[in-house]
């Protein structure tokens, strides 16, 4: 018989507590629960797992073998499981030859049309579709490569201050240290004047200190100093300009790169004019463009061009059809602001998502589990019935939905729910319930349940803050920001809301932190703006990875590793045999594990698929040798305190003051259930950003700060957040000002000030729409969140909607700018 149910028996992948789950097929299948309770160990790490595993069972035995080092998740059995595809959170790679259109293919459509329709010049050949690359040696430029910009330095970026003479340090593009006296000992052994102002040097003789690339090799003869003898030594010469390219391009350290890129001029290929395409493609036009015009406009507009070709007939309405069809799936999600050449790197982990989604509902598959990972994230409240309706048409093909999600709207539209908990970590890993929506509402354990069914128990709405001052930005102009005014209020909470792509994160994390930051270095602000007196520090708390390596690990990052090593290093034992704090470091060579050389982890290379990481086999993941492993505090190893979660590591340690600091916030921003040594590779962008915030949160500080967030509650369970929103204001409370861009509309109607930006996405967006307390914004008619806003400020309150008055209550405004 035909069983509708995907039976897991005995799961046990990370905190899972031996769970017993039956999940219907053919649906859509909602995971809930608090950050860190088991849910995603539950849909990935074991349901797609298993499917991942089966699949390559079937593929060849190389295959298996390499798979098998990976490891299949610990689960007893599951039944019923039909092949499965995974749409995870993942940050895009880094690269800027990654774009929207390659993504979703629509690249390899855009460059068949022109290939086979465009308008050539009168006498060129037909060129393949691979010339409309620029991704391909047939159609890169050869000046950028294909890249668009080029890299160079001018004698003003290597020597910013000409009235110093090469031994003052005239060229500050030079690396410091030996190297530099170096590089400067062979100039005045070839009989070059170190000692003359650099403007008082003659032309050629500037030009070939910084741009030559020859590279003499001459005896060099050190000055000699006190206490020290140098003898002579074969020193070979290189110019500024090439160490500031060789070390922009060649080296591992991320600070020489930075400093090196300070002395680089980035600006439009001079050849192509940042168009990335050789002369030849560009010449070839389609309804009077060329291929880089067409893939510089927004999916909407695109669309809008095609859809008279995609009405006649030929081989340009077959293509043109292709194309809007598919990129009608995109604008429905929310994504039609973003244009085909868009680099993927630029994008949020949610948009990335999304593009995939796209790209699954035309592949035609069915029978299929997807299992996808917050797909709201990142959505505006008015694209979320989109995204609905494009899960709703997956599932129609005859597809199953498995979602770890947090937003209440979809789990209110859920077939199915399945609430993993009561907390995290250790406290977790148990199925509260599994079953229609309606029956959540008996789960008394379900953290998830007051939020779906909200008892009206919420407290009252805070009366906002009172300003202490006003940062104004004039002017702002960047991306789909034209000639922008815009005020932030200094002492407040400020949230900063609008729909996907209406310029939110361009005019926070850019125009706002990067003026910010400028004047507190002390450099003129790109921006003309008024307040920056009252700022003491920026603090940018982004969702960028803590490190991208199995050896970066929460402890580490935050600190509190020092103070736990000390510890080792304080028993009798550590002291007998000369152990000091250094020796319980994973990066040192005397206790580290020298197989993977204390990583605990080895790369892993899978042909035809990409790397991953396993437990080394010597350590069996330890990190550490086993004469570091014999010193033990309190019966515990130092690679069991790094295998301890946040919450349990706080009882251990509670009489380590400088380690329990650190874990108390770590706590406070709710990951208490995180191991202190969890690989950076294992952490999600939500989780790194709040590891951020608990490492600002136990330094002490003075002064006003300006804190800048994105997005800070994209991963959180609702009740995560109301742990994090009370930190936040904390801060607010102390005399900081707080900056969020967010899409939760709880935490816009909690905040003491809303920005809205809008009306719509891309070009159609760029203008502060409404602007006051979020009673006022909620009122606002040409805001799209306003609405939304209303909703939830109906729902903190309990008072009827009529509280929130008609028209536009006094105290919004509605601002076009100077657009």
Same mark, same amino acid.
């Given at each position: 018989?035909?069983?509708?149910?995907?039976?897991?028996?005995?799961?046990?992948?990370?905190?899972?507590?031996?769970?017993?789950?039956?999940?219907?097929?053919?649906?859509?299948?909602?995971?809930?629960?608090?950050?860190?309770?088991?849910?995603?160990?539950?849909?990935?790490?074991?349901?797609? +797992?298993?499917?991942?595993?089966?699949?390559?069972?079937?593929?060849?035995?190389?295959?298996?073998?390499?798979?098998?080092?990976?490891?299949?998740?610990?689960?007893?059995?599951?039944?019923?499981?039909?092949?499965?595809?995974?749409?995870?959170?993942?940050?895009?790679?880094?690269?800027?030859?990654?774009?929207?259109?390659?993504?979703?293919?629509?690249?390899?459509?855009?460059?068949?049309?022109?290939?086979?329709?465009?308008?050539?010049?009168?006498?060129?050949?037909?060129?393949?579709?691979?010339?409309?690359?620029?991704?391909?040696?047939?159609?890169?430029?050869?000046?950028?490569?294909?890249?668009?910009?080029?890299?160079?330095?001018?004698?003003?970026?290597?020597?910013?201050?000409?009235?110093?003479?090469?031994?003052?340090? +005239?060229?500050?593009?030079?690396?410091?240290?030996?190297?530099?006296?170096?590089?400067?000992?062979?100039?005045?052994?070839?009989?070059?004047?170190?000692? !003359?102002?650099?403007?008082?040097?003659? !032309?050629?003789?500037?030009?070939?200190?910084?741009?030559?690339?020859?590279?003499?090799?001459?005896?060099?003869?050190?000055?000699?100093?006190?206490?020290?003898?140098?003898?002579?030594?074969?020193?070979?010469?290189?110019?500024?300009?090439?160490?500031?390219?060789?070390?922009? +391009?060649?080296?591992?350290?991320?600070?020489?790169?930075?400093?090196?890129?300070?002395?680089?001029?980035?600006?439009?290929?001079?050849?192509?004019?940042?168009?990335?395409?050789?002369?030849?493609?560009?010449?070839?036009?389609?309804?009077?463009?060329?291929?880089?015009?067409?893939?510089?406009?927004?999916?909407?507009?695109?669309?809008?061009?095609?859809?008279?070709?995609?009405?006649?007939?030929?081989?340009?309405?077959?293509?043109?059809?292709?194309?809007?069809?598919?990129?009608?799936?995109?604008?429905?999600?929310?994504?039609?602001?973003?244009?085909?050449?868009?680099?993927?790197?630029?994008?949020?982990?949610?948009?990335?998502?999304?593009?995939?989604?796209?790209?699954?509902?035309?592949?035609?598959?069915?029978?299929?589990?997807?299992?996808?990972?917050?797909?709201?994230?990142?959505?505006?409240?008015?694209?979320?019935?989109?995204?609905?309706?494009?899960?709703?048409?997956?599932?129609?093909?005859?597809?199953?939905?498995?979602?770890?999600?947090?937003?209440?709207?979809?789990?209110?539209?859920?077939?199915?729910?399945?609430?993993?908990?009561?907390?995290?970590?250790?406290?977790?890993?148990?199925?509260?319930?599994?079953?229609?929506?309606?029956?959540?509402?008996?789960?008394?354990?379900?953290?998830?349940?007051?939020?779906?069914?909200?008892?009206?128990?919420?407290?009252?709405?805070?009366?906002?803050?009172?300003?202490?001052?006003?940062?104004?930005?004039?002017?702002?102009?960047?991306?789909?920001?034209?000639?922008?005014?815009?005020?932030?209020?200094?002492?407040?909470?400020?949230?900063?809301?609008?729909?996907?792509?209406?310029?939110?994160?361009?005019?926070?994390?850019?125009?706002?932190?990067?003026?910010?930051?400028?004047?507190?270095?002390?450099?003129?602000?790109?921006?003309?703006?008024?307040?920056?007196?009252?700022?003491?520090?920026?603090?940018?708390?982004?969702?960028?990875?803590?490190?991208?390596?199995?050896?970066?690990?929460?402890?580490?990052?935050?600190?509190?590793?020092?103070?736990?090593?000390?510890?080792?290093?304080?028993?009798?034992?550590?002291?007998?045999?000369?152990?000091?704090?250094?020796?319980?470091?994973?990066?040192?060579?005397?206790?580290?594990?020298?197989?993977?050389?204390?990583?605990?982890?080895?790369?892993?290379?899978?042909?035809?698929?990409?790397?991953?990481?396993?437990?080394?086999?010597?350590?069996?993941?330890?990190?550490?040798?086993?004469?570091?492993?014999?010193?033990?505090?309190?019966?515990?190893?130092?690679?069991?305190?790094?295998?301890?979660?946040?919450?349990?590591?706080?009882?251990?340690?509670?009489?380590?003051?400088?380690?329990?600091?650190?874990?108390?916030?770590?706590?406070?921003?709710?990951?208490?259930?995180?191991?202190?040594?969890?690989?950076?590779?294992?952490?999600?962008?939500?989780?790194?950003?709040?590891?951020?915030?608990?490492?600002?949160?136990?330094?002490?500080?003075?002064?006003?700060?300006?804190?800048?967030?994105?997005?800070?509650?994209?991963?959180?369970?609702?009740?995560?957040?109301?742990?994090?929103?009370?930190?936040?204001?904390?801060?607010?409370?102390?005399?900081?000002?707080?900056?969020?861009?967010?899409?939760?509309?709880?935490?816009?109607?909690?905040?003491?000030?809303?920005?809205?930006?809008?009306?719509?996405?891309?070009?159609?967006?760029?203008?502060?729409?409404?602007?006051?307390?979020?009673?006022?914004?909620?009122?606002?008619?040409?805001?799209?969140?306003?609405?939304?806003?209303?909703?939830?400020?109906?729902?903190?309150?309990?008072?009827?909607?009529?509280?929130?008055?008609?028209?536009?209550?006094?105290?919004?405004?509605?601002?076009?700018?100077?657009?």
């Amino acid at each position: 018989m035909h069983d509708p149910y995907v039976r897991v028996r005995g799961a046990r992948e990370h905190n899972l507590q031996a769970v017993d789950v039956d999940i219907p097929r053919d649906a859509l299948v909602v995971f809930t629960g608090v950050s860190g309770s088991g849910k995603s160990s539950l849909a990935f790490g074991t349901v797609y +797992a298993e499917a991942q595993r089966r699949y390559f069972e079937s593929v060849a035995p190389y295959a298996r073998r390499l798979i098998h080092q990976v490891g299949a998740p610990k689960v007893d059995d599951i039944s019923g499981l039909p092949p499965a595809v995974a749409l995870e959170q993942r940050r895009s790679a880094p690269t800027s030859r990654s774009s929207v259109g390659t993504v979703t293919t629509l690249s390899n459509s855009l460059r068949m049309l022109f290939s086979r329709a465009g308008t050539y010049p009168e006498g060129a050949e037909r060129l393949d579709s691979d010339a409309f690359s620029p991704n391909t040696a047939a159609g890169a430029c050869p000046e950028c490569h294909g890249l668009g910009r080029v890299h160079r330095v001018t004698e003003d970026s290597l020597v910013p201050d000409p009235s110093l003479s090469i031994r003052e340090g +005239a060229i500050a593009a030079w690396p410091g240290a030996w190297q530099g006296k170096n590089l400067r000992d062979i100039l005045d052994t070839l009989g070059h004047d170190i000692d !003359r102002p650099w403007r008082e040097l003659p !032309r050629a003789d500037r030009d070939w200190i910084l741009f030559t690339d020859e590279q003499p090799v001459v005896t060099v003869h050190p000055v000699r100093e006190a206490e020290r003898i140098q003898r002579p030594y074969q020193g070979t010469y290189m110019s500024a300009r090439r160490y500031v390219l060789h070390t922009f +391009a060649d080296s591992k350290s991320a600070t020489l790169r930075a400093r090196a890129e300070r002395h680089l001029v980035s600006g439009p290929c001079p050849v192509c004019e940042g168009r990335r395409l050789r002369p030849e493609a560009l010449a070839v036009t389609f309804a009077g463009r060329d291929i880089a015009a067409l893939a510089a406009l927004p999916l909407a507009g695109l669309a809008r061009l095609l859809g008279p070709v995609r009405d006649g007939e030929g081989v340009a309405a077959t293509l043109a059809q292709d194309l809007v069809a598919r990129i009608e799936v995109l604008t429905e999600l929310g994504l039609g602001y973003l244009s085909v050449d868009r680099s993927t790197p630029t994008l949020s982990a949610g948009e990335l998502q999304r593009l995939r989604l796209a790209t699954q509902l035309r592949s035609g598959l069915f029978g299929v589990v997807y299992v996808l990972d917050e797909p709201s994230a990142g959505l505006h409240p008015a694209d979320s019935a989109a995204l609905l309706t494009v899960l709703d048409r997956l599932k129609e093909a005859g597809n199953s939905l498995f979602v770890v999600e947090h937003h209440m709207d979809v789990v209110r539209r859920a077939d199915w729910i399945v609430d993993v908990g009561p907390r995290a970590g250790e406290h977790g890993g148990r199925v509260l319930y599994s079953g229609p929506v309606a029956g959540l509402a008996r789960a008394e354990e379900s953290a998830t349940r007051r939020f779906v069914f909200p008892d009206g128990a919420a407290p009252p709405a805070r009366t906002p803050r009172e300003p202490s001052g006003v940062l104004r930005l004039r002017g702002v102009t960047r991306h789909n920001l034209r000639d922008l005014d815009v005020d932030f209020p200094l002492g407040v909470f400020t949230t900063v809301t609008g729909v996907s792509g209406s310029g939110k994160s361009t005019l926070v994390g850019e125009a706002l932190a990067e003026t910010a930051a400028a004047h507190l270095d002390g450099r003129e602000p790109a921006v003309k703006a008024e307040g920056l007196a009252a700022l003491d520090r920026l603090v940018r708390v982004d969702q960028k990875p803590i490190g991208r390596t199995p050896r970066s690990n929460l402890a580490t990052y935050t600190g509190l590793f020092d103070a736990v090593r000390k510890v080792f290093a304080a028993t009798d034992e550590a002291r007998a045999r000369g152990y000091g704090a250094g020796r319980f470091s994973f990066n040192v060579t005397s206790g580290r594990c020298e197989v993977c050389q204390g990583e605990g982890f080895v790369a892993v290379e899978l042909l035809f698929l990409p790397g991953t990481y396993a437990p080394c086999e010597a350590c069996r993941g330890a990190r550490y040798n086993p004469a570091t492993l014999e010193i033990t505090y309190r019966g515990a190893s130092i690679a069991d305190v790094l295998d301890m979660t946040v919450d349990a590591a706080a009882g251990f340690l509670a009489d380590v003051p400088a380690a329990l600091r650190g874990l108390r916030t770590l706590q406070d921003v709710g990951l208490g259930y995180l191991r202190l040594g969890q690989p950076a590779t294992e952490l999600s962008g939500g989780e790194a950003q709040r590891i951020k915030l608990a490492t600002e949160l136990q330094r002490t500080h003075r002064g006003h700060t300006l804190y800048v967030l994105d997005e800070p509650t994209t991963g959180l369970h609702p009740a995560d957040t109301e742990l994090l929103l009370r930190q936040l204001h904390g801060l607010v409370d102390a005399g900081n000002t707080v900056v969020v861009v967010e899409h939760d509309m709880a935490v816009a109607a909690g905040a003491d000030h809303v920005i809205d930006l809008g009306p719509g996405g891309g070009a159609a967006g760029g203008r502060v729409v409404a602007a006051g307390p979020p009673r006022a914004v909620a009122g606002a008619a040409e805001s799209v969140t306003a609405r939304y806003l209303a909703a939830a400020l109906l729902a903190v309150s309990g008072r009827s909607s009529a509280a929130c008055g008609g028209g536009r209550p006094a105290g919004a405004s509605s601002i076009a700018g100077r657009a």
